[in-house]
């Protein structure tokens, strides 16, 4: 008889034989005219040019820090959840066991809350905005009409 | 009985038991023109057409017609629209990406002969056959969902009438 691991060497026999099958006659079956062209880069129509691996802004990393600082305590309350409401623990320290675990708890989050403010006053959470610059050339369009549609939009 | 007779109007199921005797030819064109998978793009107005085609009122699904988002999985390019010079090199360049063998509907006057632009438009194609190989015309300006369904049925007869052997050279 097969054994448990002999069925599954068989399923992956099976698998192998039939794919192996359908390429085949696929293969069999298909024409074969690559071209240049036909080979290249999809990029919808496009010329594919450049690498895919493109720079984007280090301010992400940043951004990215400090949403594992915050990603990792949330895993952190989770076990401490579980074990904050246990009723014997609290009966058996008259409880004592809650308060301390709460404590215990909030200590934790007002240290990361401090790295928090930390970075908030090192202004890494300020991202800088582009900046709104005024034409530099001699147009019949005066620039007063430039500044009524910006005004308009930035008193709002 | 084949698969052709099987697809007539007349043939009445009766439930006994049917043999299909059929050739590799006949099996894999039934296979290939009851699944034409386009390339899933518009150009111009032809395309609210064509998505009304796609969408559930005429459903061009029942025929196999299921659009795809690569040229690599497509076998069918529906021109459905005017065809610019800019687009026309996009174009030219989708088709040659496309795995043979591959279909070609000129949906609509733009794609066929320019339609409107056919003398003035400085910046339009006098009909994309100038550029790749066209298989069906579909008239009309836009043409109505019910012509491009008719389309779409010319290109199976087509693909029905085709052998593998011409296919492969």
Redesign the interface.
């Known amino acids: 008889m097969l054994s448990d691991f002999g069925i599954v060497l068989l399923a992956f026999i099976f698998a192998a034989v039939a794919l192996m099958l359908v390429f085949g006659i696929s293969w069999l ?5 690559p ?1 240049t ?2 080979l ?1 880069t ?1 990029e ?3 010329d594919p040019i450049g690498n895919a691996n493109i720079r984007f802004n280090v301010r992400f990393y940043i951004v990215a820090l400090i949403f594992i600082l915050f990603d990792v305590e949330l895993v952190f309350l989770f076990p401490w959840a579980t074990v904050f409401g246990n009723k014997e623990y609290i009966q058996q320290t008259n409880g004592l066991w809650g308060w301390f675990t709460l404590v215990e708890m909030f200590i934790f989050i007002v240290v990361l809350a401090l790295g928090l403010a930390y970075v908030w006053a090192k202004g890494h959470l300020e991202w800088v905005k582009p900046d709104m610059k005024t034409p530099k050339f001699k147009s019949k369009v005066p620039m007063s009409m430039y500044e009524n549609v910006n005004k308009k939009y930035t008193e709002k | 009985m084949n698969f052709d007779t099987l697809e007539k109007e007349a043939h009445i199921k009766t439930g006994e038991s049917e043999v299909i005797l059929t050739s590799l030819d006949e099996l ?1 064109n039934w296979a290939r023109a009851n699944s034409l998978w386009p390339l899933g793009f518009g150009l111009a107005c032809c395309a609210i057409e064509m998505m009304a085609t796609y969408a559930s009122n005429y459903d061009l699904e029942r025929f196999g017609v299921f659009p795809r988002n ?3 999985q497509s076998d069918l390019m529906i021109i459905s629209g005017t065809v610019t010079f800019k687009m026309a ?3 030219s ?2 088709y ?6 591959k279909y070609v509907v000129s949906m609509g006057s733009c794609s066929n002969c320019g339609g409107p632009y056919w003398e003035h438009g400085y910046h339009v194609v006098k009909g994309v056959d100038r550029i790749i190989p066209v298989d069906i015309y579909v008239p009309g300006c836009p043409p109505r969902p019910e012509a491009l369904i008719g389309g779409i049925l010319k290109l199976q007869e087509k693909v029905k009438q085709q052998k ?1 052997a011409d ?3």
């Open positions: 079956l298909r024409p074969s005219n071209t062209e036909k290249a999809y919808s129509g496009e | 894999a690569s040229p690599r090199d996009r174009i360049r989708l040659e990406q496309m795995p043979d063998p593998l296919l492969k050279k």
